[in-house]
């Protein structure tokens, strides 16, 4: 559906996006998907079976928060935690997409943290209700620039690490995805339709651990690029216009 700027009863919300490495340009995000439970480590030390198979789950897409940003403290939880994770940014898409066509959709990658209320996760999980309010939280997807895979090509190994307050808490290799990303890929489009502009946060190594206002928090993966941001005091309470 369309319509042209005049026909809105409001101003439309402004596009959400991620830089792009070295340039001036930015990429469009559409939807934002996340993997659930992709590397053993990390499913064993959250209390689960590692056959079980991947899953996926969501944030909005204006959750992005840029390379050098901040994120506020979000309200209602006490154990934030951080989960790095290798971001895959969709140039197409489909429905039942193929494994051996899964890379032909991709324009490239980055580094995200899928930032997790992980006391409100669980407690909606054991009252099986939706995750979204332990996952979709507002700025709770970070987000590094893109590099284009027609100059990084498609890493499938890798370190990937996150820092606090230049201490290591999360270290892994891509090579220990359950899933591997042309799997994610096709997975997903037989759930929904992808389309250019969804990017998919492709699970987290071991090591989550809560963070909490002051921390710096560095993520590196290897060939792909780095991640930095903060996490700062909660937001004011307002009445009204949050963000
Ligand atoms: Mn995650």
């Known amino acids: ?22 340039t001036d ?3 469009p995000v559409r939807r934002i998907w996340c993997v659930g439970r ?17 899953f ?32 895959v940014a969709l140039k197409s898409g489909g429905r039942n997409i193929p494994f051996d066509k899964a890379l032909d959709c991709i324009y490239g990658y980055g580094v995200g943290i899928d930032l997790t209320r992980r006391d409100l996760q669980i ?9 979204e309010i332990g996952k979709a939280f507002d700025a709770s997807a970070p987000c590094g620039p893109l590099q284009p895979a027609g100059k990084i090509g498609h890493p499938s190994k890798g370190r990937i690490a996150l820092k606090a307050n230049g201490k290591l808490r999360q270290e892994g290799d891509l090579t220990q995805m359950i899933w591997n990303v042309p799997e994610v890929i096709g997975k997903l489009s037989e759930m ?12 987290t190594p071991s090591g989550v651990a809560a963070t909490v206002p002051g921390d710096k928090l560095e993520c590196e993966i290897e060939g792909v690029g780095r991640l930095t941001v903060a996490i700062g005091p909660p937001e004011p309470p307002s009445l009204h216009s949050p963000r």
Request: cysteine-free.
């Open 1 to 22: 559906m369309s319509a042209n700027a005049n026909s809105y009863v409001i101003t439309p919300p402004a596009q959400a996006a991620i830089a792009v490495a070295g």
């Open 25 to 27: 340009k930015m990429f």
């Open 38 to 54: 992709n590397y053993e480590e990390h499913i064993r030390e959250m209390g689960h079976d590692v056959r079980d198979p991947p």
């Open 56 to 87: 996926f789950f969501s944030k909005p897409a204006d959750a992005i928060v840029a390379d050098g940003g901040n994120v506020p403290y979000p309200p209602l939880t006490k154990d934030m935690h951080h989960e790095v994770e290798l971001v």
């Open 123 to 131: 407690a909606s999980r054991d009252m099986k209700r939706p995750w």
């Open 192 to 203: 929904v339709a992808l389309a250019a502009g969804d990017i998919i946060m492709t699970g």
